[in-house]
């Protein structure tokens, strides 16, 4: 083989073609590699979809309605409104029991045998400056401070945040805090002979939190001299009414229209007997439904799990998997059509009361007293959760529909890289170097060059098909030379 046979297989060949296929390759890896990446991604999307969709059927809806339904009943004909209530007599007898037991726990050697007496004992053991009753008091000839609705125009007696913080105030600087008509009243020196117990600021801070709780138990059954149910404390709900006119008086912001005419309406609900006391007894039917509801999905799902699991694969902890009514979206959606059920039937009754007492307008007393507000909030809550899970379902097809569309892309891409492999990937026809060089198998090695510059998409016309075509080539180009 002479020196223009060599020169002609340069001609033929790329020295950099082996780097070029080293570089596919390596590309040829990475985009494997992240195609299996957004296979994993895909599959944990696909994954959390359905665990936030419900698998609920047509039973689970029918029985959680049903159970919505006789609650919705149950609240119409045994909570009613107060002093109509016979769940609320039960919820009425239970708090006089549990102020008998407090009181008998912190006054193990007075008489704690009556309700009055209970708490009488308590008044004394947890002494406080706000709890003028507006008998005989400057208070009720100021703003109407009577023993009916000090409780609730008393803002240390709201069983809120605020109130708290106005009974540690007033303990401290021996005050009362009042709301009455829209107006932030203040009594100083309201009463002579307090005294905050404590040798400093934290022990004082702890003493006037315990006086605010134990003064708060011993007037959830009304004051020492009631007569009859008495005046409890007033609803965490209706009491933010007063709370909210404090604040505002406080950062001297204009009270609205509103926010009087609302503290009005829970200052008149409240005289009427609504209070922690009933609104514990509305709280029952509420529970009632959530109860049932996730005993309903628990054993239809225990029947189906004993009805399509063999013995021998039997265990606790995937029977507790099966049926566990607590984290899953399917009895999630189960409550909320139960809450839903519910709130639609005293909703309506209420609405359907109220127009029926207000001699032809709609009273709004009659409606909020018969309003299961415990209710609503529970169901509140169940549409917020169905909002945030339906949020998070959105989000995730749409990450879906980004991850199905670069997976295109990408094997696209895979497929691009394999077809430069193949063509690139030569290392056994280039062998014919070699063979040219070292041996006289020139017919194999040429019938490889051929090969190759077919491959690599050469005019039929440049190809060199003989070694006629070789010597003429060459020759050719001496003579140019």
């Not at 039960?90 to 007075?110: G, H, M, Q, V, Y």
């Amino acid at each position: 083989m002479d020196d223009n046979d060599s020169l002609f297989l340069e001609l033929n060949i790329d020295n950099d073609n082996f780097t070029f296929a080293s570089s596919v390759l390596s590309a040829l890896s990475d985009a494997e590699a992240e195609l299996q990446s957004l296979d994993n991604r895909l599959s944990e999307t696909l994954e959390t979809i359905k665990n936030l969709t419900p698998e609920c059927d047509k039973t689970d809806y029918a029985l959680s309605a049903s159970s919505g339904a006789l609650c919705g009943i149950i609240d119409i004909f045994l909570v009613g409104k107060p002093g109509e209530s016979p769940i609320g007599k039960i919820t009425d007898s239970w708090f006089e029991n549990r102020t008998k037991d407090f009181a008998k726990l912190c006054c193990p050697n007075k008489d704690n045998s009556t309700i009055s007496s209970a708490i009488k004992n308590l008044e004394e053991k947890f002494r406080i400056p706000y709890d003028q009753r507006g008998a005989g008091d400057a208070a009720s000839e100021i703003f109407d401070l009577n023993p009916k609705n000090h409780h609730f125009k008393s803002l240390a007696h709201n069983p809120s945040l605020c109130g708290l913080f106005f009974s540690i105030l007033d303990q401290f600087t021996n005050t009362s805090h009042f709301v009455s008509d829209g107006e932030l009243i203040s009594l100083q020196d309201a009463d002579g002979s307090f005294e905050l117990r404590g040798s400093n600021i934290p022990s004082k801070m702890f003493c006037a939190f315990v006086n605010w709780i134990g003064h708060l138990i011993s007037d959830m059954s009304g004051s020492s001299s009631s007569k009859g149910r008495g005046m409890g404390i007033p609803s965490p709900f209706w009491s933010w009414k007063n709370d909210v006119i404090a604040i505002k008086r406080k950062l001297n912001i204009p009270v609205s229209q509103f926010d009087k005419s609302a503290s009005e309406l829970a200052l008149k609900i409240y005289k009427e007997g609504y209070d922690v006391r009933f609104q514990t007894a509305q709280a029952i039917p509420v529970f009632i439904n959530e109860m049932v509801v996730r005993l309903i999905y628990t054993i239809r799902r225990l029947i189906k799990y004993f009805s399509y699991t063999t013995k021998e694969n039997r265990s606790f902890s995937l029977m507790w998997m099966s049926c566990e009514p607590f984290s899953n979206e399917t009895v999630k959606r189960m409550l909320t059509v139960a809450h839903g059920t519910f709130c639609l039937i005293d909703i309506g009754n209420a609405t359907i009361r109220g127009f029926a007492t207000g001699g032809g307008c709609f009273n709004v007393t009659e409606f909020v007293m018969r309003l299961n507000i415990v209710g609503v909030g529970r169901f509140a809550i169940s549409l917020y959760g169905e909002s945030k899970r339906g949020i998070q379902v959105y989000n995730a097809k749409e990450e879906v529909y980004f991850i199905a569309r670069e997976k295109i892309i990408i094997i696209d891409y895979i497929e691009g890289l394999k077809t430069l492999s193949d063509v690139y990937d030569d290392q056994y026809l280039l062998t014919f170097i070699d063979k040219l060089q070292n041996s006289d198998m020139y017919i194999e090695a040429f019938q490889k060059t051929v090969m190759l510059a077919k491959k690599r998409n050469v005019p039929e016309g440049e190809i060199l098909n003989a070694k006629s075509d070789i010597d003429s080539y060459f020759c050719g180009g001496k003579r140019d030379v």
